[in-house]
């Protein structure tokens, strides 16, 4: 079966650095996106990896681990506007077509 | 427009009714998504367009969802006989291509259907 797991919520500081993990098991695997949504808004990308290792962009960096199933969304320097519900979507499942399969995505509060 | 965009924005309709839910991909995307989001959950496949065609429909959940797409552009969903449970936010994408490349997919700010 295809499962995608991420924290509901977090709750970080401005200024800090906050870890967004996320696990999945997907019958096929094409790539690995982050996705922020503010809320009442449309997701707009982030990031996305499909080999092993760190992509830095900015004050967000994700990284992959095919092996184990596992990425993380880094944020640093924490800003107020970086509240929202973050999403990790897996492309590919059992089929070719690049459908996104997400987790439940988790809602990052800023608290200054 | 520059993105996509997805017509009404809102939609309130009563139980048993027909909704009609409108995306308009950006320009020169052949691949289109929809997506469903249910309060409290993630976003959920429902249908894949390549073109005019509907390689995949596996995420529809029952016979009264449908969906078309004409021209390689616009695409409609639309549910018959609504049911309370349809209640969410109906988003679509759209992408250069889909398939195992990589391919950024841009989303509308979604229709939000509420069913009484």
């Known amino acids: 079966g295809q499962n995608i797991d991420q924290p509901t919520e977090m709750t970080a500081t401005e200024g800090a650095i906050v870890q967004i993990n996320c696990t999945y098991q997907t019958s096929g695997f094409n790539g690995l996106f982050w996705y922020q949504q503010h809320a009442g808004e449309a997701p707009t990308f982030l990031s996305y990896?499909?080999?092993?290792g760190l992509e830095e962009k900015g004050r967000f960096s994700s990284f992959l681990s095919r092996s184990k199933g596992y990425s993380y969304l880094l944020l640093k320097e924490l800003q107020m506007k970086d509240s929202a519900s973050y999403l990790c979507a897996v492309s590919g499942g059992s089929s070719n077509t690049g459908k996104l399969i997400f987790g439940q995505g988790t809602t990052l509060q800023v608290k200054p | 427009g520059a993105g996509v965009s997805q017509s009404p924005s809102n939609k309130v309709t009563e139980k048993g009714k027909d909704v009609e839910l409108r995306c308009d991909p950006i320009?020169?995307?052949?691949?289109l998504y929809w997506y469903r989001q249910s309060l409290g959950q993630g976003l959920e496949f429902l249908i894949y367009?390549?073109?005019?065609?509907?390689?995949?429909k596996s995420g529809l959940p029952s016979d009264r969802f449908s969906a078309e797409r004409t021209g390689g552009s616009v695409s409609t969903l639309t549910i018959q006989r609504t049911q309370q449970e349809d209640s969410a936010v109906y988003l679509c994408?759209?992408?250069?291509?889909?398939?195992?490349?990589?391919?950024?997919?841009?989303f509308g700010p979604g229709t939000r259907l509420t069913v009484l």
């Open positions: 320009s020169g995307h052949t691949a």
């Open positions: 994408a759209s992408s250069l291509g889909g398939g195992r490349s990589y391919n950024e997919q841009f």
């Open positions: 367009f390549q073109g005019n065609s509907a390689p995949d």
């Open positions: 990896n499909v080999l092993d």
